[in-house]
Every structure is written in structure tokens, then in C-alpha cells.
């Protein structure tokens, strides 16, 4: 049973332009949101998190929104750049103490 | 500042054989995590470890795994009599406290088995 669901495989955008990846959960009792980044023969580096008391978190280019309603949320990331070409990760978790849920990732490619 | 270190890299067993990874944490981390990726898988946590103590192996098979972080050297998990259905990208994290942000993630170790 996945809890943490990224159902984009991969995505394809202009350099420049706004990535925008989802992330959508099954479990109420998620408190914590994290996005994770990783290359090729890398492990995850963390990006950016989001607590269940915010809608926004905003950190330089990346920009995390969540919808506890509709039990979703999305990585903003603006201006594209060719370095953001990696794996995402979309992470849920029900305290900041508790273990960490990935998604099964979106593959960013950034186009010249 | 030497990142998480983890080796081997690559690892390849055949089926029946032991396979030991090992990982050393970040200096002035106590807290480590393993997480297992299967291909085209999210990482999955298996086990977080303080110093000498198991504080949470929720996610870990009940037979033929096993992990330990001793008060010196390297953390290791222990795989016993390997499946093809180990072959993954094992993952270590360490932090120096228990805030998620926190943990560093090392490169991996490829476990391929015959």
C-alpha cells in the first residue's frame, strides 16, 4: 500500500520555465512533508520541507505548497535551471522525529 | 568535512553467501538510518540506530537482516544467506540529532546477487 504516491514517472521542461511536481498522500496522520533530490550514482540531498501547519514554504528557486484537504502537495521550482535534472522524491512523515515515507519519485529533465 | 562515507560501492554475492555494508556517518553524527531501494522504488526505511542502541528496526525483514552501530567503528548491516530479491541500492543517512532535514545521505552500495 503506497502512501506517499508520485504518479509522473518523469517530466520535461524548458530551461527557464517552472517545474511543477506533485505528490499526493493516503495517510491523515502525515504531519511532516519533505522533498528530496538525487543523481545518478548519489544519494538523496535534501531540498526542502514543509510542516502541516503552513500551506507555503519558499526556499531561493524551490517552492513547496500543500493542500492538506485534498492530501497533496507540489514542488514549485522557478527559473529551471540545467543542474535540476535529477530524480525527486516526495517524503511524508508523521512527526519531524518519525521515520521518513518516500514516494517512488518523478525524473526532472530540464531542456535546453 | 568527509560526507557519509559508505562502502563497498558495488557488491556482488551469489545466492546463500553473507554480504556486510558498511557506513560511516558524518563526524559528530550519533544517529544512523539504512533505507533499501528496490529498481523503479522510493526508498523504504529499514533501521534507525543511536550509538550501540536499535531505537527503531520497523522496517526491517525479520529474518536474515540485521544492523549494528557499535560505540566505535563503522555502522554495518548484515545480510545472511542473500536472494536475488536483495539485489538494491542500500542507503545510509546520519544526523546529529533526530530532525529528518537533518540527515545526510551517503552515495549507496549496489548489492547485485547471482
Known amino acids: 500500500d503506497q502512501q506517499v504516491k508520485q504518479n509522473s514517472p518523469s517530466l520535461s521542461v524548458q530551461e527557464g520555465r517552472i517545474s511543477i511536481l506533485n505528490c499526493d498522500y493516503t495517510?491523515?496522520?502525515?504531519?511532516?512533508f519533505l522533498w528530496y533530490k538525487k543523481y545518478p550514482a548519489e544519494g538523496p540531498t535534501f531540498l526542502i520541507s514543509?510542516?502541516?501547519?503552513?500551506d507555503k514554504n519558499e526556499d531561493g528557486r524551490f517552492t513547496v505548497f500543500l493542500n492538506k484537504s485534498a492530501k497533496h502537495l507540489s514542488l514549485h521550482i522557478v527559473p529551471s535551471q540545467p543542474g535540476d535534472s535529477a530524480v525527486y522524491f516526495c517524503?511524508?512523515?508523521?512527526?519531524?522525529?518519525?521515520?521518513?515515507?518516500f514516494g517512488k519519485g518523478t525524473r526532472l529533465h530540464i531542456l535546453p | 568535512n568527509a560526507g557519509v562515507m559508505q562502502n563497498p560501492r558495488h557488491l556482488v554475492r551469489r545466492r546463500g553467501q553473507e554480504a556486510r555494508l558498511r557506513c560511516s556517518p558524518m563526524?559528530?553524527?550519533?544517529?544512523v538510518y539504512w533505507y533499501r531501494q528496490l529498481p523503479e522504488e522510493g526508498l523504504k526505511f529499514m533501521v534507525y540506530?543511536?550509538?550501540?542502541?536499535?531505537?527503531?528496526e520497523s522496517g526491517m525483514p525479520k529474518e536474515r537482516f540485521s544492523a549494528e552501530f557499535p560505540k566505535e567503528g563503522p555502522s554495518i548491516l548484515r545480510i545472511q544467506q542473500v536472494v536475488r530479491g536483495d539485489s538494491a541500492a542500500y542507503f545510509c543517512?546520519?544526523?546529529?540529532?533526530?530532525?529528518?532535514?537533518?540527515?545526510?545521505f551517503g552515495p549507496g552500495t549496489r548489492l547485485l546477487v547471482l
Open positions: 543517512a546520519s544526523s546529529p540529532g533526530s530532525y529528518q532535514e537533518t540527515q545526510y
Open positions: 495517510n491523515s496522520m502525515f504531519d511532516y
Open positions: 514543509i510542516s502541516s501547519i503552513k
Open positions: 517524503a511524508a512523515s508523521r512527526t519531524r522525529d518519525d521515520k521518513i515515507i
Open positions: 563526524k559528530g553524527h550519533s544517529h
Open positions: 540506530l543511536q550509538k550501540e542502541n536499535i531505537i527503531d
